[in-house]
């Protein structure tokens, strides 16, 4: 999700996904963790999460696209490979599935 500071980014995605854990990548230790074993963090959120401030640790999408690629059950987020289409492509999946619940 993108849009200016302070406009409820993190608010909006909290409450849409309220089931699902939230991670700061603004947290040093999360980042750390992120940046020293991508998988093992990753694999603590096989589930899904929220990820804040993701341009924190910019192989985020990298690593989940691979996640998705091995894993392709129906109603994972896929389509990540291209940066510039990658928020239009995840706004217009995130749309689609909240329609269909």
Do not use: I
């Not at 608010?11 to 230790?29: C, G, H, I, M, Q």
């Not at 990298?62 to 990658?86: F, I, Y």
């Amino acid at each position: 999700m993108t849009g200016p500071r302070q406009s409820g980014k993190t608010t909006l995605a909290r409450a849409l996904f309220a089931d699902k854990p939230y991670v700061s990548l603004e947290d040093p230790v999360e980042r750390a963790f992120a940046f020293e074993d991508p998988r093992g963090f990753l694999a603590r959120f096989s589930q899904g999460a929220v990820f804040d401030e993701a341009q924190r640790w910019p192989d985020l999408f990298s690593h989940l696209q691979g996640m998705v690629d091995a894993d392709r059950r129906p109603g994972r987020l896929s389509g990540l490979a291209h940066p510039a289409g990658r928020a239009q492509r995840l706004v217009r999946q995130l749309h689609s599935h909240l329609c269909r619940a």
